[in-house]
């Protein structure tokens, strides 16, 4: 399985910015999606992320309200929609995919196998 982000670049603050993430190898069907990001100088954390059949979507408290996780029913593909971009956004995002066996699980990175490389997001204040 390979996961492929895109979509990444530079936007000023406030702007809006979709990213997007490409499955290879395997359908997202039975897995559950996400997304972590990780800025310069510190540690990875949890976005966003979605049961396998798109319900319940779980966002952490800095990005709720701002940013939607999108995937398309049968389709090896999934964004992640961002509005009100801040400076602090800036990171460089992680699609990942896995199965998170609580709801608790879904913020974990450890329960997530499949990690793309990441895609460069940058907002400039």
């Known amino acids: 399985v390979q996961l492929v982000e895109s979509g990444g670049e530079l936007v000023q603050a406030g702007g809006a910015l979709t990213i997007t993430c490409t499955a290879f190898?395997?359908?997202?069907?039975?897995?559950?999606l996400g997304w972590f990001r990780q800025a310069p100088g510190k540690e990875r954390e949890f976005v966003a992320a979605?049961?396998?059949?798109?319900?319940?979507?779980f966002y952490s408290e800095s990005v709720k309200g701002r940013f939607t996780l999108r995937r398309e029913t049968g389709s090896n593909t999934m964004s992640l929609e961002m509005k009100s971009l801040k400076h602090e956004d800036t990171a460089t995002y992680y699609c990942?995919?896995?199965?998170?066996?609580?709801?608790?699980?879904?913020?974990?990175?450890?329960?997530?196998?499949?990690w793309g490389q990441g895609t460069q997001v940058t907002v400039s204040s």
């Open positions: 190898g395997h359908k997202f069907p039975t897995y559950a």
């Open positions: 979605t049961h396998w059949r798109g319900l319940p979507l």
């Open positions: 990942v995919m896995g199965r998170p066996a609580t709801n608790d699980d879904y913020y974990r990175e450890r329960e997530y196998e499949y």
